[in-house]
């Protein structure tokens, strides 16, 4: 969810700088805009491997362990859900690098504010 947070504030920033009459900051809201949906989807396709990788090494030693197959059918036609252990598939500079693109567009979201409405 966080993740289409600062896509969603982004966007917003964009819309609101339109017309403004600042185009290099509009420009520069619209390339933070899709930085930040890419970075989301390049984070959320890591912690989606590590999911996938993780309930196939489960059903592996399922039946290692000599496990019905009504059990690893079971097991397996379940929803998988990721789990905050999954988060750390993501390299620490990928998500770094997200955390700037992120807070750059709550930054671009408050100028866009302030340049629409206060200004």
């Not at 403004?20 to 989807?41: D, N, Q, R, S």
């Not at 290692?64 to 379940?78: K, M, N, Q, V, Y």
Request: hydrophobic share 50%; with cysteine.
């Amino acid at each position: 969810m966080g993740g289409w947070i600062s896509v969603i504030a982004s966007l917003i920033a964009t819309i609101l700088l339109y017309g403004t009459g600042y185009l290099y900051l509009f420009i520069f809201a619209i390339l933070i805009t899709i930085a930040c949906f890419w970075a989301f989807g390049i984070m959320h396709n890591y912690a989606t491997s590590s999911v996938k990788s993780r309930h196939e090494r489960i059903l592996e030693n399922m039946q290692l362990e000599g496990r019905s197959e009504e059990e690893i059918t079971a097991f397996d036609s379940r929803i998988i859900s990721p789990s905050p252990h999954d988060v750390n598939a993501v390299p620490d500079n990928l998500a770094f690098i997200n955390m700037i693109i992120s807070i750059t567009g709550y930054v671009l979201l408050l100028i866009a504010i302030y340049l629409k409405y206060i200004r």
